[in-house]
């Protein structure tokens, strides 16, 4: 069984400024994967970026990284310049890596992020 | 490519009406998921599929089935439905390889009053 827990229920961030949304997760798997997505207003699910867990580099994509911290389970998402298209919730979520897992994610409750001009 | 596609996107149902929610991908994806998030909650499994003929339960299948005949149409449907029902769908799908991402579809909204 895994727990994704977000606990920041809302952010804000000011134009081309940085943002950290939390995210901790728990899990029984040896070999996981966790992604984050973002759900802007028009309920599309867009992936923002991905991280193996048996891989110790932090994920980048663009003005988005991640710090991955498998001790502690915490899989924090950065953005950088942040911009008004950022604006959305924002869901972190975990998926074992068998293979009969393909797409079984345990999402957490989102954070809503506000991007202020 | 159109992605994945759901039909109808709003509907409102009645307590104890049935409906199907249908999904289609023309990706070739072999597995496919039903997932429903509730207001201001993330999202959560309902069922899903890894081949044409193959279903099995994710963590909130009660008021559910599913099925699946073709590769490219997952069909939801939810018999004599409930308040507790009241949620938006989406259904997804993912070629079945490692930290593939999944393929949303643009998901439903349904109320059931």
């Known amino acids: 069984a895994q727990t994704v827990t977000q606990s920041q229920p809302e952010m804000s961030v000011q134009e081309a400024e940085t943002v950290t949304l939390s995210c901790t997760y728990d899990t029984s798997e040896s070999d996981y994967y966790l992604f984050w997505y973002k759900q802007p207003p028009s309920r599309q699910m867009i992936l923002v970026i991905r991280?193996?867990?048996?891989?110790?580099q932090n994920a980048t994509e663009n003005r988005f990284s991640v710090n991955f911290q498998k001790a502690a389970k915490s899989f924090s998402l950065k953005i950088s310049d942040s911009q008004l298209g950022d604006a959305a919730m924002y869901f972190c979520?975990?998926?074992?890596?068998?293979?009969?897992?393909?797409?079984?994610?345990?999402f957490g409750q989102g954070t809503i992020l506000t991007v202020h001009p | 490519n159109a992605g994945v596609t759901q039909t109808p996107k709003f509907r409102i149902l009645k307590i104890g009406q049935s409906m199907t929610l249908q999904c289609t991908q023309d990706m070739n994806h072999n597995y496919m998921y039903w997932y429903r998030q509730d207001p201001g909650m993330g999202l959560k499994l309902i069922y899903y599929s890894v081949g044409a003929g193959i279903t099995d339960k994710g963590e909130v299948p009660n008021g559910y089935n599913v099925s699946r005949s073709t590769t490219e149409d997952f069909p939801l449907r939810l018999e004599l439905a409930a308040p507790s029902q009241t949620s938006v769908y989406f259904c997804?799908?993912?070629?079945?390889?490692?930290?593939?991402?999944?393929?949303f579809g643009s998901g439903t909204q349904l109320s059931v009053l």
């Open positions: 997804a799908s993912t070629p079945g390889r490692g930290n593939e991402k999944l393929f």
């Open positions: 991280q193996e867990a048996y891989k110790q």
């Open positions: 979520a975990c998926q074992p890596a068998g293979g009969t897992s393909y797409g079984k994610l345990t």
